[in-house]
């Protein structure tokens, strides 16, 4: 994946932002899911004013791809409509975990970006690999 793609990545992502249902925050995120395949699938947060139910930027991106069935997701783009940080909370961390996300590019504060990869971000993770299959 080249740089003028990542840019064009984030492009997207900032419009998905665009996009969000943000009453409580304000903080409009969206993000870009890459599949291994090419597809690539935008999600933007949806706020509830049940907190725990609000659905974030990225795993809605990654739901949309699962649903379209989905397995292995390359990379994640996340960016938010302002030139705030758009790092992916824990959770979001383990819902790419769960689909073997490899890379993660980030909005930095400035407007441009990082890459990383998904262990720098979530060291130790636990996933479907681990599992011995009984329940």
């Known amino acids: 994946m080249t740089e003028p793609l990542h840019e064009v990545l984030l ?12 009453p409580y925050s304000d903080f ?11 597809r690539v699938f935008t999600g933007a947060n949806v706020e509830n004013s049940a907190y725990g139910a609000t659905i974030c930027a990225e795993a809605n991106a990654i739901s949309t791809a699962a649903a379209a069935g989905v397995r292995k997701i390359d990379a994640v783009a996340v960016a938010c409509l302002d030139t705030g940080e758009c790092y992916p909370c824990g959770n979001c961390r383990q819902v790419m ?6 890379r ?25 690999d681990q599992l011995s299959g009984g329940g």
Not at 11 to 22: I, S
């Open 11 to 22: 492009d997207q992502a900032r419009e998905a932002a665009g996009t969000a249902y943000a």
């Open 28 to 38: 409009h995120v969206g993000a870009v899911a890459v599949a291994d395949d090419g």
């Open 97 to 102: 975990r769960e689909f073997n996300v490899e």
């Open 104 to 128: 993660v590019i980030v909005q930095e504060p400035n407007g441009s970006y990082r890459v990383h990869t998904l262990t720098e971000l979530l060291p130790h993770a636990f996933g479907p």
